[in-house]
């Protein structure tokens, strides 16, 4: 298969990483014994004239939406929408579809289909300001409703009482342009599941989340300053295995996850695991993306690290390909 590895200016915050990770993509696409190149689009009109020259025979995108914007992702509702664009010229590309992807990126839209699918998630309500909180219980916790890698998260996310959700919530609009989605505050540990593959080929492989208490300020809570600087390491499950896999099995169906997502879980009070995020374009850098680190504690081979990632780089494309009838 030739594939175009298609990123631009919000590559990094919206997908596996920055120009530096997508050459670790493409070197491993190659080392699968399929022809990569990288497309880097500055706008629509770049993205328009590279699916237009079909010179590739899939592709896989970094990007949710075209957008000039290099620090977060956005809603998008007025940019070019890559899987709308690939789904209309029956391009094949990696990844899941656009309906599942605008659900994943809106975590308001991902928590109502899971719930609706009996999926556990967080009690929650989508919030501007002047909007009627009185159904919030306290603490809750706020956060952009379609932003990643704990962007807009910090210590003040969590709030114990109305005139510090108004507060965050107005930091919210004015920071990211978007509503608030606001949760129950869960205060478990976190875990996340890899999920490779489709149908009855479909693996979740689930593994704790931890930071060493010494980053932690007030809680224990991943702010954005704690992600992609190497500080959160994941381990196996232990005892939560089977409850993690079950719970991202059931979220990968109920939203319809292809090829390769993942997906976020933490614990409640009680201690029952809970979906938190649905990760359509998951972080690829070597060694520090949890993607990586979660292969090789299930698939860890003789040659380390750097094998297992073109492996994992490897089964991404290969189940691709098989849904087109490429591979």
């Known amino acids: 298969m030739r594939i175009v590895l298609l990123t631009g200016p919000g590559g990094d915050a919206q997908g596996w990483g920055d120009m530096e990770v997508t050459e670790c993509v493409r070197r491993a696409c190659e080392d699968a014994g399929h022809p990569a190149r990288t497309a880097y689009v500055a706008g629509e009109a770049d993205f328009l004239r590279l699916v237009d020259s079909r010179d590739f025979d899939i592709v896989w995108s970094a990007l949710y939406h075209i957008t000039p914007n290099e620090a977060f992702i956005g809603r998008g509702a007025a940019g070019l929408w890559v899987a709308d664009v690939l789904d209309e010229r029956r391009i094949p590309y990696i990844g899941s579809d656009s309906r599942t992807m605008r659900a994943m990126i809106d975590k308001s839209r991902t928590h109502g289909i899971l719930s609706a699918a009996g999926v556990a ?26 932003e990643s890698r704990s962007v807009g998260i910090s210590d003040e996310s969590v709030v114990r009482d109305e005139p510090e959700l108004r507060r965050r919530v107005a930091f919210v609009e004015r920071e990211f342009d978007q509503p608030a989605l606001v949760e129950e505050f869960l205060p478990g540990d976190e875990y996340t599941a890899l999920v490779l593959g489709n149908g009855r080929t479909r693996e979740v492989l689930p593994g704790l989340v931890t930071v060493e208490d010494r980053h932690y300020r007030s809680y224990r809570i991943l702010r954005s300053d704690l992600r992609g600087v190497g500080l959160t390491r994941v381990s196996l ?15 990968a169906e109920a939203l319809g996850c292809l090829d390769h997502t993942r997906i976020d879980m933490r614990a409640d009070k009680d201690g029952r695991l809970r979906v938190i995020e649905v990760n359509g374009i998951p972080g690829l850098k070597p060694g520090k993306s949890w993607s990586p680190q979660i292969y090789t504690l299930y698939h860890g081979s003789a040659e ?19 849904r087109f009838g490429l591979a």
Not at 121 to 126: E, F, G, K, R, T
Not at 237 to 251: F, I, K, P, V
Not at 307 to 321: M, N, S
């Open 121 to 146: 998630v967080p009690a929650h309500a989508l919030l501007r300001s002047g909007d009627d909180a009185s159904a919030v219980s306290y603490p809750a916790f706020v956060k952009p409703v379609c």
């Open 304 to 322: 380390g690290e750097d094998e297992d990632y073109r492996r994992l780089i490897g089964a991404i494309v290969e189940a691709a390909g098989r």
């Open 237 to 251: 499950a232990g005892e939560r295995t089977e409850e993690a896999r079950r719970l991202g099995d059931a979220a």
